[in-house]
């Protein structure tokens, strides 16, 4: 037992280190802390300094993500830009003090399906309403302009919400997504329709999403709810020091529920581990569904 153990925490590893090094190189442990040179060299934020609040826009991404000769240099148009923006596979969002990755009333845009829509009609239409937001600089971006990128890093802002921007309409490529240190909170409810929406509602939908860091989000309190919002495809996820992280039924209730899953809060899973977790949710009908909820208050209350 202990070899078999043994060996899957060895293929886990592995795993670990073949998307790392498909998504980019970055070390995935530190995907949260954004330290390394690379970082500074994209325009990131100083940790001394605290951004504005701030909204996704096409000057946020270009500043952090493409080299800054290529925004200096008056003879590149605006269409250039915009192409290379399309083109980005790795995009790093991290310390822009973004609250938001959807336009705020009176920003313009509209909701992910439709911009998804507008992304999909041909790279001409793209890069003609794209070129036309670079020119305004402060226009809003919304992600349907991203729709190759396969990791991307969002990590100390200040999202309460996704909002649903991230999805397969917008992001259908996307393989890795960092959002630690947020404020995303499970509690909030739609201001419009005063029905409780998922902070991460739109992730369910991802085909390709193996790697997901949600450390560091206090207010995300529901394992029920989490259950919901997570592809069946995620093989690597982070919830610790979040507050659904201290519920008995946390760690049980979703190796028993996602098959692909290799390593949640940086602990491998195990075959033992999830044929227990199997046999405690997974087996007991009704009575079991009610025991769930009932551990998943207790950890929530704690």
């Known amino acids: 037992m202990a070899a078999e153990e043994a060996a899957e925490e060895s293929d886990a590893a592995a795993d670990l280190r073949a998307l790392e090094r498909d998504v980019g190189g970055l070390a995935l442990d530190d995907a949260g802390d954004g330290e390394d040179d690379d970082a500074d060299s994209l325009g990131s934020v100083d940790d001394e300094e605290t951004p504005a609040d701030a909204t996704l826009s096409l000057e946020m991404v270009c500043a952090k993500n493409l080299p800054p000769d290529s925004l200096r240099d008056e003879a590149e148009d605006a269409e250039s830009l915009a192409s290379a923006v399309e083109r980005l596979e790795h995009v790093r969002l991290d310390r822009c003090g973004l609250v938001s990755l959807l336009p705020l009333p009176g920003d313009g845009g509209g909701d992910p399906a439709s911009t998804a829509s507008e992304s999909s009609a041909g790279p001409d239409s793209v890069n003609a309403t794209t070129a036309h937001a670079l020119s305004c600089r402060q226009t809003p971006l919304l992600l349907g302009s991203l729709r190759n990128v396969s990791s991307l890093y969002l990590q100390k802002n200040r999202l309460v919400s ?29 201001d419009d329709s005063k029905q409780q929406q998922h902070p991460l509602r739109g992730l369910e939908t991802l085909p390709r999403l193996m790697y997901l860091d949600c450390s560091g989000n206090v207010n995300l309190e529901s394992v029920a709810s989490l259950l919901s919002t997570l592809p069946s495809s995620i093989a690597f ?24 899953l290799k390593q949640v809060d940086g602990v491998p899973v195990t075959s033992l581990e999830r044929r227990e977790a199997r046999a405690l949710l997974g087996d007991e009908g009704e009575d079991g569904d009610e025991e769930e909820s009932e551990l998943e208050l207790d950890g929530d209350g704690d």
């Open 162 to 190: 996704l909002g649903g921007a991230v999805c397969a309409e917008t992001t259908p490529k996307l393989r890795f997504l960092a959002l630690s240190d947020n404020a995303l909170n499970d509690t909030t409810r739609d």
């Open 237 to 260: 996820c982070d919830f610790s020091h979040c507050a659904l992280s201290v519920s008995d039924a946390y760690r049980p209730a979703l190796i028993a529920s996602y098959d692909a």
